[in-house]
């Protein structure tokens, strides 16, 4: 009887033993890894001899885009940087994925099938670490008019997450104040013309050297004309230049006026101009041979789409040449001119001495 019992036991031990259910007793926590590095994935399946056991890839945003591995002991990917092992002692099946891409990040999910509708599953993520990559659409540059506000966008992917800053050219102050600023936009209420230039948005995570774009920040504004000298004096049958510096944006129209005349290059003046910058020009008149009806008030004026400035130079007369300016010289066809300067000079350094 003893000899019955125990067979019936065994019996019945091996039929529970047949129904029990397949479990996924281990999987692999998650992996952080870096680019060209080799990581392994384990799943320990118990009572899973009689079932397929498959190891397949989702990519992490989800939906139906899923690449299948390997099916039991063989795999079915054939790609060199990817090896399996199977260790019967544990039921484990090891996924081995050498030279990680950057493409290799995803959720790897070890699926269990118990029939063609069941199916028992773990999954592990693999994060890859990657030096930041900014966005497109990231801005590039912009042109504003002065006093519209203003908002500079930086995104950049990569793993973990980069960090964004702002800096300006030369370590100028930001118009949020201080010379950094951390977050993806940059505000600025009221731009001014002192906020033009260009700015660094640079993306940081640990991994390189980060990555960095210019923009250029054009702002549009309303010419400010300032005189060097406004007023000046010169002997008649003399030359003289009269200055005005301009800054504006987009370059303005000058114009030199004298009398409620726009004066132009003739054999009374000549008109230069110099663009030392996309913002600034100075502009040049030179009174040529002076006459009694030249002397008087000079304007100098400027005009773009966002407004029209101006700034006026005196000339006056003087009965001494005025021999330290540059731009002086001697008028044409004046024979005497060279003896008249000459004894000038000389009279005032003996009245200097006396």
Known sequence: MKSIGVILA???????????????????????????????????????QEYPVLWIKFNKEGGSDQLPLSSGTSLIVRDSRFALRYDTASSTYTLQIKDIQETDAGVYQCQVLISLNNRISAGVELQVRRPPIISDNSTRSLVVSEGQPVQLNCYAGGFPTPRISWR????????????????????????????????YCVAENGVGRGARRNINVEVEFAPVITAPRPRLGQALQYDMNLECHVEAYPPPAITWIKDDIELSNNQHYSISHFATA??????????????????GEFICRAANKLGTAQTTVQLFEISTPNINYPGLQWATGNRCTASKLLLTVLSVTIFTKF
């Open 10 to 48: 065994l019996a019945f031990l091996k039929i529970v033993s047949c129904q029990r259910t397949p479990t996924i007793s281990y999987i692999s926590q998650e992996q952080i890894k870096d680019i060209g590095d080799t990581v392994e994935l384990l799943c320990s399946v118990q009572y899973g």
């Open 278 to 295: 996309d913002e600034y020009t100075d502009t040049t008149i030179r009174v040529i041979t002076i006459e009694k009806r030249q002397y």
């Open 168 to 199: 300006r050219e030369n370590n100028a102050i930001l118009p949020t104040g201080g010379s950094i600023y951390r977050g993806n936009t940059l505000k600025v209420s009221a731009i001014r013309k002192e906020d033009r230039g260009t700015y």
